[in-house]
C-alpha cells in the first residue's frame, strides 16, 4: 500500500532554535516529494519539490533532503521564526498510467515559540 | 490576492440538505482538483478534472458530486448521501499535462463545512 509517513506528529520548539522534520514514504513508482506549509485554516502552500535525483533542495531558511534508496526525506527549518507555527506536509507523486497521482501525509504539526 | 478562491470561507449545513461549494481559478490552469482534510489524515482526492466538461472519480467521490462547464471553475455539492461531510475542503488547481510529473497544484483557502 503507498503511503507516506511523517513524524514527529508535533512539534514544540523556542523561536531561533533549529528543526527537522521526517518524511518516510513506501510510494512506487516514485515521481517526485513535495514539502507544503499549511497555515491554520488556509490551503498549503508549496515549499520545496525534488525528483528522485536531487537529494537537497533550500527554500530560504527550510531545506528539504531526500535519500531515495531508503526513501526517506527531512525538512529543516533553520532559525525558526514565530510565523513557521503551522501544519508542514508530505507529499509523494505515484506515477501512474492515467496521471499523478498524489499521497500526503497527515502533517507535522509545528508551533515555535518566544 | 488572484490565484484560487473558494466561497464560503465557512458553511452551515443541515442534515439531508445539499450544499454547493464554489471553487475559481484565474491561473489559466486545465486541471483542477477537490480534496476533503479531516483532523489527523492526510488530503483525500475527492473528484478531479483534466479538461473543461470532463472529471473523473478520486479515492473517495461517493456522496459528492461535480460539473466543469467552465475552465476557471470546478463546483463541488456535497449531497445528503454523504455520511459524514463535516469537513475541511480544499480545491487546487495545476497545469496539467500527461507526464508532466513536477506540475505543482495550487491551493485555494479552502471552505470549512459543519453539518449541524
Known amino acids: 500500500k503507498n503511503q507516506v509517513e511523517q513524524s514527529p506528529q508535533s512539534l514544540i520548539i523556542l523561536e531561533g532554535k533549529n528543526c527537522t522534520l521526517q518524511c518516510n514514504y513506501t510510494v512506487s513508482p516514485f515521481s517526485n516529494l513535495r514539502w507544503y506549509k499549511q497555515d491554520t485554516g488556509r490551503g498549503p502552500v508549496s515549499l520545496t519539490i525534488m525528483t528522485f535525483s536531487e537529494n537537497t533542495k533550500s527554500n530560504g531558511r527550510y531545506t528539504a533532503t531526500l535519500d531515495a534508496d531508503t526513501k526517506q526525506s527531512s525538512l529543516h527549518i533553520t532559525a525558526s521564526q514565530l510565523s513557521d507555527s503551522a501544519s508542514y506536509i508530505c507529499?509523494?507523486?505515484?506515477?501512474?498510467?492515467?496521471?499523478?497521482?498524489?499521497?500526503f501525509g497527515t502533517g507535522t504539526q509545528l508551533k515555535v515559540e518566544l | 490576492d488572484g490565484g484560487i478562491t473558494q466561497s464560503p470561507k465557512y458553511l452551515f449545513r443541515k442534515e439531508g440538505q445539499n450544499v454547493t461549494l464554489s471553487c475559481e481559478q484565474n491561473l489559466n490552469h486545465d486541471a483542477m482538483y477537490w480534496y476533503r482534510q479531516d483532523p489527523g489524515q492526510g488530503l483525500r482526492l475527492i473528484y478531479y478534472?483534466?479538461?473543461?466538461?470532463?472529471?473523473q472519480k478520486g479515492d473517495i467521490a461517493e456522496g459528492y458530486s461535480v460539473s466543469r462547464e467552465k475552465k476557471e471553475s470546478f463546483p463541488l455539492t456535497v449531497t445528503s448521501a454523504q455520511k459524514n461531510p463535516t469537513a475541511f475542503y480544499l480545491c487546487?488547481?495545476?497545469?496539467?499535462?500527461?507526464?508532466?510529473?513536477?506540475?505543482?497544484?495550487?491551493f485555494g483557502p479552502g471552505t470549512r463545512l459543519t453539518v449541524l
Open positions: 507529499v509523494v507523486t505515484l506515477l501512474t498510467g492515467g496521471g499523478n497521482k498524489l499521497t
Open positions: 487546487a488547481s495545476s497545469i496539467e499535462a500527461r507526464g508532466r510529473a513536477l506540475n505543482e497544484q495550487f
Open positions: 478534472s483534466q479538461i473543461v466538461n470532463d472529471f
